[in-house]
């Protein structure tokens, strides 16, 4: 396999890093540094340090100038990445940012320009796929046809607000993206994945404030309805998640199939079952349920043998494009609608 993939870290904004970092450090890459962004509170850049003290706090002149340094990971504010990961492929580095990769239209032509001129990878981490490992399991599952032909997706991602906990540019609509933007994310690149669609459209788009008034610009309830060449999708995302939940969200993917169907209840089971990952598939013969635990996330060990190789295994550059133009189309089409 050769020497080991060295990666950096530039902005640590958003608590994804953690699992983008520990995914490349469980397949064997070498963490070699990282830096924050001007914004980046104390307290987030301590909490940092303290978890990943064996790699140094560099600038992020020295990261992008260390030839040895392979690919960049981001997870700075969300429209803040567009230009780390530009600045990084212009150096040389293929590019791993969190959701959303973007948040305009503009951000997404220039990143399409850099991957043409650099021939490096700008890629998006879809953690509510690429790290759950219910997925492998419905991707088997697929994959043998136990529902036939793929027609839909239905997507549920609920989140809890937890507003004291959140940066002031989590408010910032340009900053974050918006709700279809952002936490909607997930939903386009698994309709896409799960359907196989290589082209797709927004047919319908809504987001609303139904219960921030204290916060009027601030959209907590959003839902889109989509069309792919391999199938038909509707996402619905909101910021409601009720303390009472166990953890922050009841994040949920059911497939149609032509002879049956999937539902993935990705971090609980409130009719009682235990823990998370749960998978449940009907069809002729009857309900199966399937514990995806231990099933793995193959999507980290296939990007490394992708910056060793030059291939397109973890995910294609196509996919990751596609998902983030519908994210922000979705968004645009929304917004439109409330003017």
């Given at each position: 396999?050769?020497?080991?993939?060295?990666?950096?870290?530039?902005?640590?904004?958003?608590?994804?890093?953690?699992?983008?970092?520990?995914?490349?450090?469980?397949?064997?890459?070498?963490?070699?540094?990282?830096?924050?962004?001007?914004?980046?509170?104390?307290?987030?850049?301590?909490?940092?340090?303290?978890?990943?003290?064996?790699?140094?706090?560099?600038s992020e002149e020295r990261i992008l100038e260390d030839a040895d340094i392979s690919v960049i990971l981001s997870a700075a504010i969300n429209s803040d990445r567009a230009d780390i990961a530009i600045r990084s492929m212009q150096h040389g580095k293929d590019?791993?940012?969190?959701?959303?990769?973007?948040?305009?239209?503009?951000?997404?032509?220039?990143?399409?320009?850099?991957?043409?001129?650099?021939?490096?990878?700008?890629?998006?981490?879809?953690?509510?796929?690429?790290t759950v490992e219910s997925t492998t399991v419905v991707d088997r599952l697929i994959g043998e046809g136990r529902i036939g032909r793929v027609v839909q997706t239905v997507g549920l991602g609920p989140h809890r607000r937890n507003a004291h906990l959140r940066p002031a540019w989590f408010w910032d609509r340009h900053r974050s993206g918006g709700i279809l933007n952002d936490i909607c994310a997930h939903q386009y690149d698994q309709f896409l994945?799960?359907?196989?669609?290589?082209?797709?459209?927004?047919?319908?788009?809504?987001?609303?404030?139904?219960?921030?008034?204290?916060?009027?610009?601030?959209?907590?309830?959003?839902?889109?309805?989509l069309e792919g060449n391999g199938g038909r999708g509707y996402a619905r995302v909101d910021w409601l998640t009720p303390d009472g939940l166990p953890t922050w969200g009841d994040g949920r993917m059911t497939i149609l199939g032509t002879e049956g169907y999937i539902e993935m209840r990705k971090y609980v089971d409130i009719g009682g079952q235990a823990g998370g990952d749960h998978v449940i598939l009907v069809d002729a013969k009857g309900v199966?349920?399937?514990?995806?635990?231990?099933?793995?996330?193959?999507?980290?060990?296939?990007?490394?043998q992708d910056v060793r190789e030059r291939t397109e295994t973890?995910?294609?550059?196509?996919?990751?494009?596609?998902?983030?133009?519908?994210?922000?189309?979705?968004?645009?089409?929304?917004?439109?609608?409330?003017?």
């Open positions: 396999m050769g020497s080991r993939v060295k990666f950096a870290v530039i902005g640590v904004d958003h608590g994804h890093i953690y699992g983008m970092i520990d995914g490349l450090l469980s397949v064997g890459a070498e963490f070699s540094g990282w830096c924050t962004g001007p914004e980046t509170p104390p307290e987030v850049t301590g909490a940092f340090a303290s978890c990943y003290d064996a790699a140094p706090m560099l590019v791993l940012v969190d959701k959303p990769g973007c948040t305009t239209f503009e951000q997404l032509s220039r990143l399409k320009d850099a991957v043409q001129a650099t021939g490096r990878r700008w890629l998006v981490c879809f953690s509510e796929r690429l994945h799960f359907t196989g669609s290589t082209e797709a459209r927004v047919i319908s788009a809504h987001i609303g404030n139904v219960a921030n008034p204290e916060r009027p610009d601030f959209m907590d309830f959003g839902e889109v309805l199966e349920r399937f514990n995806a635990g231990g099933a793995g996330t193959p999507f980290f060990g296939r990007l490394l973890a995910m294609r550059q196509d996919h990751a494009f596609l998902a983030t133009e519908l994210s922000l189309q979705a968004q645009k089409m929304a917004e439109e609608k409330i003017r």
